[in-house]
């Protein structure tokens, strides 16, 4: 990478191998540069049905009970007179616009993935778009509330994606965000060897404290700051260890068989955080 995305400083020290951290703001970066075709390569169909989920319209009940989690928290900052559209960037397949249009006038979104719009298009009828947000025509479009689930990390420019949003929402606009923690006691323990580090589908990992510059950058003002936890499907669980990590499919379709892996449950490392930004002008 280049200067800071955060603090725009030029001078980084590296952290783990191909892992750089800045040395003015402390922000973690990897040490790569990724092209556009080669990011919407990387997401598609493949990535969501084997490579990184081992089915992800399968676990579509799991990430709509996580949705209704960042809902709840969400909607105590939701004016209903005030935050009636809503924009979502990286919406995947849909699930959480399913889970939000019915707080909202308009709930779009806009993702890469052919095969997840094409999906939530047809299956769900929502309203959105396949492009990448950058590029796209936004025209006089205004958002009051714009969320990324999870995405920011896998953006080779997660500050021009702020950026482009701070101009299309007014004042008292909310911006929500999830993403990993790289100065959580799980991250600093693990190391290198944190779950989340992962190039070139993780790009940038962000603290509370980066993660707050960036947005302040752009007119945005933290109003929550929280880690968060997930509910997680057995399925998918044991598919990134048996077949991801352990290299070990008859393990794993053995235990699909049992139907051991049809439950779910939550948990909590306290190394993703949930921000909730407000527009201050």
């Not at 603090?7 to 030029?10: A, L």
């Given at each position: 990478m280049s200067n800071c995305i955060v603090?725009?400083?030029?001078e980084k020290t590296p952290l783990y191998r191909g892992i750089d951290r800045c040395l003015s703001c402390g922000h973690v970066a990897a040490d790569?540069?990724?092209s556009s075709e080669e990011l919407f390569k990387l997401y598609q169909k493949d990535y969501f049905?084997?490579?990184e989920y081992s089915d992800y319209v399968a676990d579509k009940r799991i990430a709509q009970k996580n949705f209704a989690l960042r809902l709840k928290t969400l909607k105590q900052f939701l004016r209903p007179e005030r935050h009636r559209t809503l924009f979502e960037i990286g919406c995947a397949y849909g699930f959480f616009l399913e889970k939000a249009?019915?707080?909202f006038e308009k709930a779009q979104g806009i993702d890469i993935?052919?095969?997840g719009i094409r999906y939530a298009l047809n299956e769900l009828n929502l309203d959105v778009v396949q492009a990448d947000f950058l590029s796209h025509d936004l025209g006089d479009r205004t958002f009051d509330v714009a969320c990324m689930w999870d995405t920011i990390e896998h953006l080779p420019n997660p500050h021009l994606y702020v950026e482009k949003?701070?101009?299309h929402m007014e004042k008292g606009s909310l911006i929500a965000i999830t993403t990993g923690d790289i100065d959580s006691f799980n991250a600093r323990m693990r190391k290198e060897n944190w779950r989340l580090i992962h190039p070139p589908t993780h790009?940038?990992?962000f603290s509370q404290k980066s993660l707050a510059h960036m947005l302040n950058n752009y007119g945005f003002d933290v109003v929550y700051s929280r880690h968060c936890g997930f509910y997680r499907?057995?399925?998918n669980v044991a598919y990134n260890i048996l077949v991801l990590r352990w290299k070990q499919p008859k393990l794993y379709h053995f235990l699909k068989k049992l139907r051991l892996t049809e439950l779910d449950f939550y948990l909590n490392l306290y190394d993703i955080m949930y921000v909730i930004a407000r527009k201050r002008y």
């Open positions: 603090c725009n400083h030029d790569l540069s990724i049905f084997g490579e249009q019915a707080l993935t052919e095969d949003l701070s101009r790009i940038h990992y499907s057995l399925d």
